[in-house]
T-cell receptor, first 112, second 115 residues
Framework: KAGVTQTPRYLIKTRGQQVTLSCSPI?????VSWYQQTPGQGLQFLFE???????NKGNFPGRFSGRQFSNSRSEMNVSTLELGDSALYLC???????????FGPGTRLTVL | DQQVKQNSPSLSVQEGRISILNCDYT??????FLWYKKYPAEGPTFLIS?????DKNEDGRFTVFLNKSAKHLSLHIVPSQPGDSAVYFC??????????????FGKGTKLSVIP
């Protein structure tokens, strides 16, 4: 069974731009969560989607948004990029009602 | 306010010996705990988990112990192998309603297994 896939793997943007990251969950997984990983803060929860609805949201500004499609694929968008948004963005999927999440390889975003 | 703490940023162990990674938590609502392993430039890989109704779970060389009264869990790796060198994250799960479980992660412990 294929794992969680994320595209692109690497991205370089400049301040003020916006970016869209994509995540395809493991087949059969309907829950998709997004995390930001930075050296100082570890993994921080952004939001979770299930059945095209945002079920849970972390403590991030409104510039961070996401959506989920009917096939469970998910995208996250960051608008008006800031230097501090440089991070590894990780997507994780899980079966409905399961605590265990499986992660993709991440997208490394660099904001210049 | 860190709800999940891994107080040792790094740990070095000789090959063949035991590695013990520790994790403390403060939120009494956490009822499921997981360990993930992460290599550079890869996403975290699920390793082992434990429910709050248990105090021990084993999977091959990996054993997780949970002490609920102390709000402490630990991961034991026996025997340690060079391929175990990675960053290990402790995570705690809390039910956040509507069928959703939110994971809170520690900041990780970098394990180096010396041949």
């Amino acid at each position: 069974k294929a794992g969680v896939t994320q595209t692109p793997r690497y991205l370089i943007k400049t301040r003020g731009q916006q970016v869209t990251l994509s995540c395809s969950p493991i087949s059969g997984h309907r829950s998709v969560s997004w995390y930001q990983q930075t050296p100082g803060q570890g993994l921080q929860f952004l939001f979770e989607y299930f059945s095209e609805t945002q079920r849970n949201k972390g403590n991030f500004p409104g510039r961070f948004s996401g959506r989920q499609f009917s096939n469970s694929r998910s995208e996250m968008n960051v608008s008006t990029l800031e230097l501090g948004d440089s991070a590894l963005y990780l997507c994780a999927s899980s079966f409905a009602g399961s605590d265990t999440q499986y992660f993709g390889p991440g997208t490394r975003l660099t904001v210049l | 306010d860190q709800q999940v703490k891994q107080n040792s940023p790094s740990l070095s162990v000789q090959e063949g010996r035991i590695s013990i990674l520790n994790c403390d938590y403060t939120n009494s609502m956490f009822d499921y705990f997981l360990w993930y392993k992460k290599y550079p430039a890869e996403g975290p890989t699920f390793l082992i988990s434990i429910s709050s109704i248990k105090d021990k779970n084993e999977d091959g060389r990996f054993t997780v112990f949970l002490n609920k009264s102390a709000k402490h869990l630990s991961l034991h790796i026996v025997p340690s192998q060079p391929g175990d060198s990675a960053v290990y994250f402790c995570a705690a799960s809390e039910y956040s309603g509507a069928g959703s479980y939110q994971l809170t992660f520690g900041k990780g412990t970098k394990l180096s297994v010396i041949p």
